[in-house]
């Protein structure tokens, strides 16, 4: 015995009243129209039963069953049922194609049912084809905009000091962390061949208060002025607006417009 549970006969119950809804409209409330509806609907059942009934003595002749109907018997019923269906056809032309079109989306959609495993499969390669070469789009655009953000990211900053104490380079530290992209920076001493010591103790205090900034220090010797600012720049490919410096002194011989971009942290 087969036990349909509540839900399941709520839905059934729910399905059964839309459909009626459906033919109701169909029909305009016609309930000669509807009368005839229904009696198309049973005569086409009534003949379902009949051709199933034979299928079984075909397919399953061997299955057995408490009741029995002779072969003949059965043509002979459903000759009956179709010589009425046939009868109600030219009596009610009308109501027949009312029928049709209550039974074609009913029949459609008990298709897609029956074979819902192969509509899936058919939506699954549809969506897989449509989507193939957005797909493609997709990863590339992924690779460029992987590529272009380690680019960014690695970009690198210098600092030039005159041997500035660690507040100043601490304000310069806070500046790239707040404002900038890259975790990159050089801090550079423009030198006269005498070692900095004191400035590279300020540079460890600094990376261990920093850690996501990488820090390099560097000791160049010569003279800060245009010309020294060239040689960074193309040694490490970093552009000249990439390039920070202190507050000038009075002494300063250039203006800062002639250092080619290079921005002044205050």
């Known amino acids: 015995m087969t ?43 009534m003949g379902l039963f009949g051709i199933g009934n034979l ?3 075909i397919k399953r002749a061997k299955l057995p069953r408490p009741e029995k109907a002779r072969g003949l018997a059965v043509v002979f019923a ?25 039974l074609v989306p009913t029949f459609l959609v ?7 495993s192969v509509v899936v499969k058919f939506l699954i390669e549809s969506i897989e084809y449509l989507y193939r070469p957005l797909n493609k789009f997709v990863r590339l655009s992924n690779i460029y905009l992987e590529k272009l953000h380690s680019k960014i990211n690695s970009q690198e900053f210098i600092f030039f000091t005159k041997g500035d104490n660690v507040a100043v ?12 992209t890259t975790k990159k920076l050089k801090i550079a001493t423009i030198t006269k061949g005498e070692s900095n010591i004191p400035l590279t103790k300020d540079i460890k205090v600094l990376d261990r208060s920093y850690p996501e900034i990488d820090i390099e220090y560097l000791e160049i010797n010569g003279v800060f002025d245009p010309e020294l600012i060239e040689e960074p720049s193309n040694k490490w490919e970093i552009p000249k607006n990439f390039m920070f410096i202190g507050s000038p002194g009075n002494k300063f011989t250039y203006k800062v417009s002639e250092l080619g971009g290079v921005r002044l942290i205050i």
């Not at 839900?7 to 399905?15: E, G, H, L």
């Not at 380079?169 to 900038?180: A, W």
């Open 78 to 102: 459903v000759s009956l049922i179709i010589v009425a269906f046939i009868g109600n056809y030219r009596v009610n032309q009308g109501l027949f194609f009312t029928f049709i079109k209550y």
């Open 110 to 116: 008990s298709t897609l049912m029956l074979n819902r």
């Open 3 to 45: 036990i349909i549970s509540f839900p399941t006969q709520r839905k059934v119950a729910c399905c059964y009243f839309y459909i009626t809804i459906f033919k109701c409209i169909l029909t305009k409330g016609d309930l000669r129209s509807l009368a005839g509806v229904y009696t198309f609907s049973f005569l086409a059942v």
């Open 55 to 57: 299928l079984l003595k």
């Open 169 to 180: 380079l601490n304000r310069v530290m806070q500046y790239v962390s707040d404002n900038e």
